[in-house]
């Protein structure tokens, strides 16, 4: 499935996320969510940037409107 969407690519062996996994557990306060992987953590930075570009230009009309 993986492979369908993300071409023949499908990243590295999911295991190496154990020492990570593991750490967090361990955590007094543990985050709500984690970005697993160096790659995966600058595509959502990418994604966070292209979202915020998107939304720039119309902030004058969402501060319009109260809340």
Known sequence: MLAE???EDTGPD???AA???MKLVGLAEPPLRL?????????VQQMD?????????WEH??????G
């Open 5 to 7: 969407m993300w071409g």
């Open 61 to 66: 009309l969402s501060r319009q409107a109260p």
């Open 19 to 21: 020492p990570v996994i």
């Open 35 to 43: 970005i697993v992987g160096g790659a995966s953590y600058d595509m």
């Open 49 to 57: 940037q292209a979202r915020t570009a998107e939304y720039r230009p």
């Open 14 to 16: 999911p295991s190496t």
